[in-house]
């Protein structure tokens, strides 16, 4: 025996064909928008940063080939840990230098490298906090705003269900600089 199809679940079968000859569902296009936005933003800001850290690069490489190794240096810090933070810079950096330098056990060179490397890190961090300060998040927290929004509302059309559309619903807080200076964060100082 057939039982005919309600009148709402005709127009939600009707919908649904619609639908899917036209792409993706809208609240699907808009989570993939927020995907997107996202990836090319730390494309961007990964980019951006290296081509800053580039001066800082070259001199803690130099200051490394100089230094011959890491224990060299230990004179120069007054604190242990500021060693192993430039430790991890370094291996973070991964510095490669055209032409080797010799190494050398002078201090007084050493401390001349450091106080470059150190200049080149104060100008980076001025540059970069700079950038950050005034990079225009406003069409990417738009993006954000409209998901908050929307997402829902269109997710929900389409299932036809409120409860599951709200299934791993998380909203999206705007993006702000000091979330942009965490992610990709200034160098310590010494």
């Known amino acids: 025996m057939h039982h005919p199809t309600p009148p709402a679940e005709e127009n939600r079968q009707l919908f649904l064909k619609v639908l899917g000859m036209y792409d993706a569902p809208a609240f699907a296009r808009r989570a993939r928008r927020i995907e997107d936005a996202d990836r090319l ?11 800053y850290l580039w001066m800082v690069s070259l001199r803690i490489g130099q200051l490394r080939a100089l230094a011959g190794d890491w224990p060299a240096l230990a004179p120069l810090f007054d604190k242990p840990e500021a060693l192993g933070s430039l430790r991890r810079l370094h291996d973070e950096l991964q510095p490669v ?10 201090l007084r060179k050493l401390r001349q490298m450091l106080e470059e490397m150190a200049e080149a890190m104060a100008r980076f961090n001025e540059r970069w906090h700079k950038y950050v300060a ?3 998040l406003g069409p990417i927290n738009t993006l954000r705003d409209g998901y908050n929004r929307h997402y829902l509302i269109e997710k929900e059309c389409a299932l ?4 599951v559309a709200r299934l791993g619903f998380k909203r999206l807080e705007p993006i702000s600089a000091s ?11 010494w």
Do not use: C, I, M, V
Request: aromatic content about 6%; hydrophobic content about 30%; charged content about 30%.
């Open 179 to 189: 979330d942009l200076l965490r992610d990709y964060p200034l160098l310590p100082t």
């Open 160 to 163: 036809g269900n409120s409860r």
């Open 134 to 136: 005034e990079f225009d």
């Open 97 to 106: 230098l055209r032409l080797p330098l010799e190494p050398t056990r002078s």
């Open 41 to 51: 933003l730390a494309q961007h800001l990964g980019q951006k940063r290296t081509e």
